[in-house]
């Protein structure tokens, strides 16, 4: 068999066992010791196959080009990120692989040498890499340190109410159960002298809260523009993967089921008849504010207040009170919004018209809104899957469940006929 043809064979074959690894590392549990022994078995393959395969190119290289070979070496720090004039040679390759599988789980005995051999530093101070994949071992995926917060901060962005609501971080994702008791429809008494305490248990209930797991969905980015120094790559793959998590948090935190999905705000809330199906009017946000027990606006904590979409809210500033004077007073330079008192806050997830059914305003404490969050953000990078594009494809995972503490904290207005 010829050098080339050899070569070839090696590369599927390696990429088959990569895709073997990547599938068993996507699997997002621990590895019992059999999947373990048998994914050591897999990168143990890949080290022995990747030996051949630079022994391949070194002889092909040495074929093809002699002693002219070295003529052609770049010398120097190996430059990622940056296109640099003239053609790569097959050592050069080599070594560019080499410099990357250093200080991964991938890192096979000769990747040093070979990087010396090419006249290349070893250093990892080019560029800082951290693994975040959720499999013990799966160090094939990669990625620069930089994206995890350029993700998050974007997740953040997307999910407002996260900002409000009480948010809580666990290590693992097991099933998280929360003890709860609302005690304010009970008070004490006066005894008489000489006559029995009346009894009165506090009534304990009890909210599990899980970890579902979010995908951003796989980004696939050509391997050119991975090399463009000119595009700030953490924060354009940050932007992308934190915003679409952000979204669907976001969609979730305000109006999920609870089935197969976090509890929303509005779904747990307590309902309060608005006087019109199509309308809303003063007397209805009156009487929302109304609904809810004074403890939970008194608490001062600072986050109470109302939540609505943009469109809502601007029928509300239209709104006047019984003296003809706007319910809203004027903004002034786009500043804070208020009504009656508290904040306004806005969440394009909610429902935007006035009709039977619809759910317009949200009020309450947002403090008594569960955010539970297991782990941290995992962000990981294949390599291999869309090898025959060119192509790297990058993918985000957060692990998140939410439910409503205390019902009674919050009064969503409903429309009906």
Known sequence: MSTILEMRDVRLKRRELYRKMEGMALTQREFTPEETAAFEALRQQVEALDERLMALEDQQVAVEEGASRSSRRLTGPVPIGRNVPGQYSQPEGCALRSWLRIGTPLETQGDRRTLERAGYSAG?????????SHAAGAGNELVPSTLWSQVNQSLKAFAPIRNLAQVINTSGGETLRVPTVDDTSNSGAIV?????????????????VGAYTYSSKLVRVSNELLQDSAIDLAAFLGAILGERIG???????????NSGQPQGVVAGAGTVAAASATAISTADLINLVAAIDPSYLADGTGQVGWMMHPIVWGAIRKLADSNGQPLVQ???DR????????????????????ANTKKSVLFGNFRHYLIRDAGSLSVARSNERYFEYNQSAFIALYRTD????QAGAFKVLLHST
């Open 330 to 332: 004027p903004i002034v």
């Open 247 to 257: 979204r669907i948090q976001s969609a979730h935190f305000m109006t999920g089921t």
């Open 402 to 405: 939410a439910k409503v503490l």
């Open 124 to 132: 990892a101070h080019a560029l800082e890499f951290r693994a975040q």
């Open 192 to 208: 008489a002298e000489n006559a029995a305490h009346a009894e009165q248990d506090a009534a304990f209930t009890e909210i599990a």
């Open 335 to 354: 500043g804070p919004a208020t009504l009656l008192g508290y904040p306004v806050y806005f969440a394009t997830e909610m429902d935007s018209t006035f």
